[in-house]
């Protein structure tokens, strides 16, 4: 089992960035897809964002906005959010891919977005 821990969230106007980073220990997770989720309030978690062998994937609201990467030498994930709206708002989920489920997640990390 891999323990992920985000970290990077907070309180910021709309347009601002943040990055948010999820660090993972217990094994590398060098080899496995890691995706990033939100969750706003009252709704449901929803997918943001996802790199696996090199190939990012973006839903569509976040795209030209937010960047996925990772350092597999440092076994961390990072989500670089520019030109943040706040509609944004939510709190932001790293996870573990191994096939076609995620089997291990971070316990998030708020992020804010005033208008």
């Known amino acids: 089992q891999v323990q992920l821990v985000e970290s990077g969230g907070g309180l910021v106007q709309a347009g601002g960035s943040l990055r948010l980073s999820c660090a993972a220990s217990?094994?590398?997770?060098?080899?496995?897809?890691m995706a990033w989720f939100r969750q706003a309030p009252g709704a449901e978690r929803e997918f943001v964002a996802r790199?696996?062998?090199?190939?990012?994937y973006y839903t569509d609201s976040v795209k030209g906005r937010f960047t996925i990467s990772r350092d597999s030498a440092k076994n961390t994930l990072y989500l670089q959010m520019n030109a943040l709206k706040p509609e944004d708002t939510a709190v932001y989920y790293c996870?573990?891919?191994?096939?076609?489920?995620?089997?291990?997640w971070g316990q998030g990390t708020q992020v804010t977005v005033s208008s």
């Open positions: 996870a573990v891919g191994v096939g076609a489920q995620y089997v291990d």
């Open positions: 790199i696996s062998r090199g190939y990012t």
């Open positions: 217990g094994r590398t997770v060098s080899m496995n897809a």
